[in-house]
Nanobody, 126 residues
Framework: QVQLVESGGGLVQAGGSLRLSCAAS????????MGWFRQAPGKEREIVAG????????RYSDPVKGRFTVSRDNAKNTVYLQMNSLKPEDTAVYYC???????????????????WGQGTQVTVSS
């Protein structure tokens, strides 16, 4: 079992930056591929970024490509999402997710993830 706790959300003006963190506990974090998703009001949850267990393979959704960067520190059991040039349309609840132990490859579908955090709110004002 893996427990995930997100932090770093908040209110920021358009053009600003935030860094989200996701702290994992309860299992060997280094063997799990991780992902970030978001869900805006009235919309379905969507992938933002994914990262493999070693941090050597990353994927991004088109809306965030070039602005967001996902990374991980396995020694700290933490995955990060650096968000730059934020836009009002980035406003959403952001969720950290982990694949099952030994599913080390990056994934982009939420059905491929087994563990989820509670989410952190990101609000971008215009």
């Amino acid at each position: 079992q893996v427990q995930l706790v997100e932090s770093g959300g908040g209110l920021v003006q358009a053009g600003g930056s935030l860094r989200l963190s996701c702290a994992a506990s309860g299992h060997t974090f280094a063997s799990n591929a991780m992902g970030w998703f978001r869900q805006a009001p009235g919309k379905e949850r969507e992938i933002v970024a994914g990262i493999n267990w070693r941090g050597t393979d990353t994927r991004y959704s088109d809306p965030v490509k070039g602005r967001f960067t996902v990374s991980r520190d396995n020694a700290k059991n933490t995955v990060y999402l650096q968000m730059n040039s934020l836009k009002p349309e980035d406003t959403a609840v952001y969720y950290c997710a982990a694949r099952h132990f030994m599913n080390t490859a990056v994934a982009v579908r939420d059905s491929e993830y087994d563990y989820w955090g509670q989410g952190t709110q990101v609000t971008v004002s215009s």
